[in-house]
């Protein structure tokens, strides 16, 4: 129904209107499915594809970044591989005001290409993407720290679901009205009145993503993919030390924006030299009125309160939750909860650090349970799953940067270690900076130690009066600080219950009883919406309506008919 | 596909379902549509209806305002009716944490009731505000100063239908999710996980509504039923001068919460004693989250500079432009204008402020015309509609307020008054301040009267060089102050694309040719934008999803199935 339906659709929307309407309907169901296949093994994609990524990512290194873009000409390289590579990676770098400049001229010819045409157009920048998801997987994992296998699934695969997630959502709130209508009103005795009234999908200017460290893609693709297909052109400011997954992103949806016949400057990397402050002039900028960033919660609060020009769209840090009340299933618990310790040696923004567990102990299918059982159990699990260095380090990963290291110094003399963080020695990449998990004991009364972020692999095991007491605690420090994630183990529906209803009233999505394959600090695109907007950790969800509907306005004409 | 909806829906909820569904087409298709007849005829009213609604209108006056709410018990009455009549209407009067606190306790049984429920409750409010349409006129008519059928219309039957559109989008966007979702993946060889999800709407908090002077109904209704719908107890903050519609819609709204079980407090009327500010006191609270404003530029950029904490819709002043090129109805064109400029002594937030015209005149169906002959012509209409005093107060009503008649004064010394401010006697209401439109002519380099806005029954006639030069000036005075409205006359269609693509680059709404019964200062519910929030009048449309979709978040809960 909108304007141009009934002509012939773009080709690049006619090739990817069937993945579009299934992720349409995903989006509506929000039941499982995936577009881009998680498995990086051979017989998904083929026998050569991993070293033909490999290869790929291989020869950006001690090398000039292929990007055409506006600017002086010099260049900027400030990468360091959490697992000790030589990156040295040299990107094209700008002033503001020449991206800027470049982003506003190539606007009004991809604000007339109308919802189908950004549609198609995207879709196959997503496919071009998926077609080098190997070489992105590689760039993620050795700017992230993530092992190989999460750099493709949650670097490649998922950031390319999410991102198709943003576009169905982007695409259906711009086409929920039609592009013209007729409007007749009867009046009296005399002729209707009659009106043709037609509904143009307006962006709202050049949009600014403000990507992160640890999810360079994930993070990221979201808002990219939501502010262009709604019209607005979009610069990536990487974070100084993950911008070589980011790059190849605007390569290539530069690549395909110039074959789409389109100004390949509706996508700009705005790389930054040390200390330049790129990411704030650029937030400030009069033209910039769309604001993605995901970091730290200070600048993510400054962007809110400043860039007031923009709507600005911020994930920052929280404090993760889970309430142990009692369980069915005690070895399932542990395990559970420390694959989600030990994934990326916790340095998710949805990795559980406080544990609240009843100081009394728990009840369990294995009788009852010490405090210090419960947590022995926890970190047991999280020592089989590193006890193995090779094994280990393809769940931990590296340490992304210094900031976490220090943590990991300073926890250490907060409270009484229960799991002491271990330095491996990667077989693979001899400087790679390898930590397990710590685990910390701290009492209901430590709230100025847990009421904090401590991003890394750090979790504290809070004993506390009781399960009604955990719930108080999860309700002031997620109520006043914010969390993307919260937990639940109880036998006792009334325990799930009141969990769930304090989960509401501070705005934290909850899981319950995980035992198995699915974990608190995992979320599955098109299902799971990731953060809430409803606490201080996020101001909006990745990805709804209010995501997508502030991208764009509608104008409209009307004239007789 | 809301979780409950295989139980029994909410008997209220069936009530009005067909409305609802209707409803949900109306926004899909943006075609004509209306729920609520506009015409105030017997025939469709029935014959007791307009004494029932005047009596009870009276009863109000010169007495305490049956509204139980909470407070210490002492009364406000601030209002002075535009004509003339002693109101005296004396309203209960509370404190800010009075008001927060209040609602704040009726939120969690409001947010239980989910989506349906809280429709139909809201539905039924509409039905019973509908009930009493004769009632709200009245109040509407004596403290705006609307002429009686406007009140009726703008004010009654078009506020409804706009409230009724807010809830529609507002349920479209709640349910665009199911309430619970299965989801199962396939895993290797084992057991798919599998797990059932639960998405909770949850309300933002504590809402605000600020009313203004001219459209205390009409401006306030899509914000106080997009709140309310969504979850979130409303406080209605009244313009000191038109208290009594709002006054009528909370206690209609309290009545029927209360027959539903609910906490009246939902919807609390919040008058304020003269210099309280009030307003900006609600505004800043902590627990207020959604503010709703219209009013001045001056006051809504501080709300959206200060209310932090809250998600703020503002609708703001702006720049009503037409762009007069050419025309083959030339009667048509200046009666249409005429009419546009007298309704409501031009007191409309959309009422054409600036009309550009090429100073060597315009080609028409009668031949060329000079700039003054267009002039005139435009003058000659509005003079026609106001020259029978009986018949000109039934259009233009009376001046809201006093500021009105200061810009009057004042705007005689800025150019050459080509029309001359007239005052009327009102046949009925000897007190009413009655004034008749002034147009004033100015050339294009009088760019320091026409770029502010002169709200009121003021408007200028521009010359400039050329029809470019007009689109120039729309460019650069709508572009920097905004505009809710934006109009053009030409035959070519060259000049009409023009118009359009200037439209589309600063975000206005477009009205070409206008020679008949339909005015650019008035916009159709279902069908018609509101403002779209890409220009500085305002930051948000009425009525569509970005309007709705920040006013709740979706909370998630997941299990093991």
């Known amino acids: 129904m909108m304007a141009g339906m009934t002509e012939t659709p773009h080709p690049l929307y006619a090739r990817h209107a069937d993945t579009l309407t299934r992720a349409l309907t995903a989006i509506t169901e929000r039941g499982y499915w995936s577009a881009y296949p998680e498995s990086p093994s051979p017989r998904v994609y083929g026998e050569t594809a991993a070293a033909e990524g490999k290869a790929a ?148 200017g050049v949009a600014l993503v403000i990507g992160c460290n640890t999810f360079p893609t994930w993070n990221s693709y979201p808002g990219l993919f939501a502010s262009l297909v709604t019209g607005n052109p979009v610069i990536v400011k990487p974070h100084p030390l993950a911008v070589l997954p980011l790059a190849i992103t605007v390569r290539y949806a530069r690549e395909v924006l110039a074959e789409a016949g389109f100004d390949p400057n509706l996508v700009l990397l705005a790389p930054e030299a040390p200390g330049e402050k790129l990411a704030t002039t650029l937030a400030l900028h009069p033209a910039v009125k769309v604001v993605d960033f995901t970091g730290s919660t200070e600048y993510g609060e400054w962007l809110e309160a400043n860039a007031r020009q923009a709507s600005v769209f911020t994930e920052k840090a929280g404090l993760n939750t889970v309430v142990i009340d009692s369980t069915d299933d005690f070895a399932g618990m542990c395990r559970n909860l420390g694959f989600t310790l030990t994934l990326y040696s916790g340095q998710m923004c949805t990795t559980s650090q406080n544990l609240l567990i009843p100081r009394a102990g728990i009840d369990t299918d294995q009788g009852h349970r010490s405090f210090d059982e419960v947590v022995a159990g926890i970190a047991a699990a999280v020592g089989k799953l590193t006890a193995d260095p090779a094994r280990g380090v393809e769940l931990t990963g590296a340490i992304v940067n210094d900031s976490v290291l220090e943590r990991l110094d300073e926890v250490a003399r907060v409270g009484e270690t229960v799991l002491e963080s271990r330095t491996v020695e990667h077989p693979a990449f001899p400087g790679a900076v390898v930590r397990t998990p710590t685990i910390v004991k701290l009492t209901a009364d430590d709230t100025a130690t847990y009421s904090r972020e401590w991003f890394g692999p750090i979790s504290f095991a809070i004993a506390t009066d009781s399960t009604a007491h955990s719930l108080e605690i999860m309700r002031a420090t997620v109520g006043e600080k914010g969390a993307l994630t919260a937990g639940v183990y109880s036998t006792d529906e009334a325990v799930l219950d ?14 319950c009883n995980l035992t198995g394959g699915v974990f608190v600090n995992q979320s599955a695109a098109f299902s799971d919406f990731h953060g809430s907007g409803a606490n201080p950790a996020a101001n909006a969800a990745l990805t709804d309506g209010a995501y997508v509907a502030n991208r764009f306005r509608v104008v409209q004409s009307r004239r007789h008919a």
Chains 1, 2 share one sequence.
């Open 498 to 511: 009141a969990a769930e209803a304090v989960a509401i009233d501070v705005g934290v999505h909850l899981s």
């Open 57 to 204: 990512f291989e020869a950006y290194l001690n090398g000039d970044f292929p990007l055409d873009q506006p600017g002086s000409g010099d260049r900027v390289a400030t990468e360091a591989s959490p697992f000790g590579l030589e990156l040295n990676v040299r990107y094209p770098h700008a002033a503001a005001d020449e991206l800027v400049a470049a982003a506003s001229a190539a606007l009004p010819a991809w604000r007339a290409a109308g919802p189908q045409g950004r549609a198609g157009v995207c879709l196959e920048i997503l496919a071009r993407l998926h077609g080098h998801v190997f070489e992105l997987a590689n760039a993620v994992q050795f700017t992230s720290g993530q092992a190989f296998v999460m750099a493709f699934q949650a670097g490649g695969a998922h950031a390319l679901d999410r991102a198709l997630e943003a576009i169905a959502y982007a695409y259906a709130e711009m086409t929920r009205h039609p592009g013209t209508a007729g409007w007749e009103k009867a009046v009296g005795k005399g002729d209707p009145l009659r009106m043709t009234k037609t509904f143009h999908v307006v962006p709202r």
